[in-house]
T-cell receptor, first 114, second 115 residues
Framework: AQSVSQHNHHVILSEAASLELGCNYSYGGTVNLFWYVQYPGQHLQLLLKYFSGDPLVKGIKGFEAEFIKSKFSFNLRKPSVQWSDTAEYFCAVNRGTGGFKTIFGAGTRLFVKA | DTEVTQTPKHLVMGMTNKKSLKCEQH?????MYWYKQKAKKPPELMFVYSYEKLSINESVPSRFSPECPNSSLLNLHLHALQPEDSALYLC??????????????FGPGTRLTVL
């Protein structure tokens, strides 16, 4: 069965530190990849997504992610985090052959110290 | 308007009650979704409607009954729930969804407690 793994469940960083959150998926075919974020008290929203083209995708608020097909990975990065980046981050995968089913990873809770 | 609204925000019900959750979007999206999210867990897909037809039912117990009266509304009817059904129920919509590339827009959720 298709699965999504996020390596870190909790991450604590100081402001201006660099961030990398890992995401690996198990499906071997074509995939569509997403990072969603949930800020405290807010609903889930899209950070960025990849389905074709340049494997380095840029999203909102300075986030980027790189799709490495050979490693089945889609890691999220930000060079310098801010206190306002404190949130829960979900990696999600959808099979590229179409269909509505998106599978979410367990999530990573990021806390940024001011 | 990129908003998905859900009512009520909180719901407490007994195991013999019947209640409904409501979801609405006015973005012209033709795919709508129900997810269940337990504490500290990711959202799990329950149902998908595409063009007002049920497209996916992820083996959800029959005590959950979805309904899509029109392209803007999605309901989830609840009957004879169990305490383990207590969770945050999220609604989402996307433009079409069939290709799997569409962004899903999520509502704030309904926090359900079953006593």
């Amino acid at each position: 069965a298709q699965s999504v793994s996020q390596h870190n469940h909790h991450v604590i960083l100081s402001e201006a530190a660099s961030l990398e959150l890992g995401c690996n998926y198990s499906y071997g075919g074509t995939v569509n990849l997403f990072w969603y974020v949930q800020y405290p008290g807010q609903h889930l929203q899209l950070l960025l997504k990849y389905f074709s083209g340049d494997p380095l995708v840029k999203g909102i608020k300075g986030f980027e992610a790189e799709f490495i097909k050979s490693k089945f990975s889609f890691n999220l990065r930000k060079p310098s985090v801010q206190w306002s980046d404190t949130a829960e981050y979900f990696c999600a995968v959808n099979r590229g052959t179409g269909g509505f089913k998106t599978i979410f990873g367990a999530g990573t809770r990021l806390f940024v110290k001011a | 308007d990129t908003e998905v609204t859900q009512t009520p925000k909180h719901l407490v019900m007994g195991m013999t009650n019947k209640k409904s959750l409501k979801c609405e979007q006015h973005m012209g999206h033709r795919a709508m979704y129900w997810y269940k999210q337990k504490a500290k867990k990711p959202p799990e897909l329950m149902f998908v409607y595409s063009y007002e037809k049920l497209s996916i039912n992820e083996s959800v117990p029959s005590r959950f009954s979805p309904e899509c009266p029109n392209s803007s509304l999605l309901n989830l009817h609840l009957h004879a729930l169990q305490p383990e059904d207590s969770a945050l129920y999220l609604c989402a919509s996307s433009q079409e969804g069939g290709l799997g590339t569409d962004t899903q827009y999520f509502g704030p959720g309904t926090r359900l407690t079953v006593l």
